[in-house]
């Protein structure tokens, strides 16, 4: 009688700590690299520039400028170079050149590439 109890309390205990060692903020599935840049490019091509208010300077976001971005559904966004929007994680505006915005996106670790967006600036 004791033996079946001490069998059972063993399995319980090995299907409970496998069933811990899953992170649950690491996702079983990975997708390709290549599908995930392929996502992102989609997310950030709904986004326009639209214009800058501040003066310019260029390759980065001067303290008082703001840039205007508009989404295709209307939205609006502004970036400034004291706040950055959690909307467009995991992509970080990296260069803002005359004719362009520059944004780099982080990938998971198992990526080794880099993805970049070119936003032109059409609005201005």
């Keep these: 009688m004791i033996k079946p109890l001490i069998l059972m309390m063993v399995i319980i205990s090995i299907t409970a700590r496998a069933t ?13 690299c290549q599908s995930i840049t392929e996502q992102l490019q ?10 800058v208010f501040g003066p310019y ?5 001067a303290d008082n400028q703001q840039i205007w971005l508009k989404h ?23 260069t803002f050149t005359d004719h362009q915005l520059i944004w780099q996106a982080e990938l998971p670790k198992y990526c ?7 936003m032109p600036l059409e609005g201005k």
């Design 20 to 32: 811990l060692r899953l992170d649950p903020f690491n996702p079983p599935y990975t997708m390709t």
């Design 42 to 51: 989609q997310q950030m091509a709904l986004w326009q520039f639209y214009g």
């Design 57 to 61: 300077n260029e390759n980065s976001i």
């Design 72 to 94: 295709q559904d209307g939205r609006w966004q502004s970036l400034s170079a004291e706040t950055e929007s959690n909307l467009f994680l995991p992509w970080r505006l990296q």
């Design 112 to 118: 080794l590439d880099i993805p970049t967006f070119l």
